[in-house]
C-alpha cells in the first residue's frame, strides 16, 4: 500500500466517518474494475461492506482501518 501523506492522513483521521471508494481500493490494492464489482455487491472483502450514497460509492473508514489494521499507534505521528 503506497497512499500519499493527504490520503495517510485522511485515513487515519478518527473523525473521517467514511472515504472514497478510490481511497479505500488504492489501500487495499485492489483494482479498479475489480473494486466496482465488489462495491456493486456491497462488500469489498469480508468485513468491510461499501455503501451507495446517491450515485457515490463511500467505504466506512473504521471498518477500513480495522481491516488495514491500523491502531491508535498509528495514528501519533
Known sequence: MTLSPDELRELRDPHVVS????LALHALDFGVSAG???????????????LKV???YRVPAAALRRVLELTEADNAD
Request: glycine letters at 14%.
Open 19 to 22: 472515504v472514497r471508494l478510490s
Open 36 to 50: 466496482h464489482v465488489a462495491a456493486r455487491q456491497g462488500e469489498l472483502t469480508p468485513g468491510l461492506p461499501v
Open 54 to 56: 446517491g450515485r457515490v
